[in-house]
């Protein structure tokens, strides 16, 4: 089945630690997104990525680091910087043949220990 | 800076009545406008993409309406059931990414 795989599905973070959260993607798109969701908000975006081994900062980079080695791959790294990482992570993906309709991954959830 | 603002944040309704949703932005210039459904802890299920040259778009029990100049769109869903219940999304993008509203729970009761 062709989508978007996010893992893991729950995550916990210590202090000062970082932690990465996967995705992948086998829906051949070029472009890969990270938001970060807090409750009762709208999806806020952290780093973009349109080709492989390129990538920009969103709204909300600080903290926050990606690689996009491959195009079917595209993590986030969550830094020890980053002092209020409790949320949910939701990646997406879009290329030309999705018509730029953003497909998004069933999210990771972080929590703080 | 754009903006985009849902309203009402929460709706209740009883099964079979007919709702709209609304969605402002600030800015005109926009690519395109999409609605998102999304269940409680789970990702985002495309509803409707509109290009900013359309005004309307239709799937199944579904309508979304744009009027740029205004900046402002709908989305109407036609005899309600509990399984719509769901946060609707409503994102416009005007670059490479897209700008989302707070979204507005609704719940339909049986």
């Known amino acids: 089945d062709g989508g978007i795989t996010q893992s893991p599905k729950y995550l916990f973070r210590k202090e000062g630690q970082n932690v990465t959260l996967s995705c992948e993607q086998n829906?051949?798109?070029?472009?890969m997104y990270w938001y970060r969701q807090d409750p009762g908000q709208g999806l806020r975006l952290i780093y973009y990525?349109?080709?492989?081994?390129?990538?920009q900062k969103g709204d909300i980079a600080e903290g926050y680091s990606v690689s996009r080695e491959k195009k079917e791959s595209f993590p986030l790294t969550v830094t020890s910087a980053q002092k209020n990482p409790t949320a949910f992570y939701l990646c997406?993906?879009?290329?030309?043949?999705?018509?730029?309709?953003?497909?998004f991954g069933a999210g990771t959830r972080l929590s703080v220990l | 800076k754009q903006e985009v603002t849902q309203i009402p944040a929460a709706l209740s309704v009883p099964e079979g009545e007919n709702l709209v949703l609304n969605c402002s932005f600030t800015d005109s210039a926009i690519y395109n406008l999409q609605w998102f459904r999304q269940d409680p802890g789970k990702g985002l299920t495309s509803l409707l993409l509109?290009?900013?040259?359309?005004r309307e778009q239709t799937s199944g029990r579904l309508n979304a309406s744009l009027d740029k100049s205004s900046g402002r769109s709908t989305l109407y869903i036609a005899a309600s059931q509990p399984g719509d219940s769901a946060t609707y999304l409503c994102a416009v993008q005007a670059g490479t990414a897209l700008i989302f509203g707070k979204g507005t729970t609704l719940s339909v009761s049986s």
């Open positions: 990525s349109q080709i492989v081994n390129d990538f």
């Open positions: 509109i290009q900013s040259s359309q």
């Open positions: 997406a993906s879009t290329g030309v043949t999705a018509k730029n309709i953003q497909y």
């Open positions: 829906l051949n798109h070029d472009a």
